[in-house]
């Protein structure tokens, strides 16, 4: 199975706020996707007939996906049944749902869109062409249909300061 941070690329390490925060934070996003799940069928057939807008619990799922990638990283018990293993799983089976979702992630590269890209930082650059594209991502993106649920965080090539 493929690792969200696989399909994402590049990102830097979250910041350190500790296994039980993040645990914390993931079980909060497993509550509201719960709640989502509970929304009027109505909403889920309407969405079944291809309506314009994704179903609510895709962003609850693009969340819950996101920080249970990033427990990923910490220093978890080891074993064969550890939380390591059952949050790769977990994060395995969201990246699968996302998919069959139509949901996909966006990592770009190459000149700047600001529909699909958000600019968080720049890179200086001597380089004639970069300017105006993408250095890095920061954060992913993702789309449902082609629409940005989520643009892509990226830095930005900017032309290097005169000396």
Known sequence: MVRLAALAGRRPDPPDLGTATL????LADVETLERTQREPR?????????ADDPP??????????????ELRGHDLATGPESPADL??????????MLREGEVEPLDDSGDLVPERHQVVGVRPTAEP????????????GYQWRGL???????????EEPAR
């Open 56 to 69: 609510s619990m895709v962003s609850a799922l693009v969340d819950l996906a996101e920080r249970l990638d």
């Open 148 to 158: 940005v649920l989520r643009p892509q965080q990226v830095l930005a090539y900017v």
């Open 23 to 26: 645990l914390e934070q993931a």
């Open 42 to 50: 109505g909403e889920l057939d309407r969405h079944a007939k291809g």
């Open 129 to 140: 062409g970069l300017p105006g594209t993408i250095a890095e991502t920061v954060r992913p």
């Open 87 to 96: 949050v790769g799983w977990v994060a395995d089976q969201l990246t699968l």
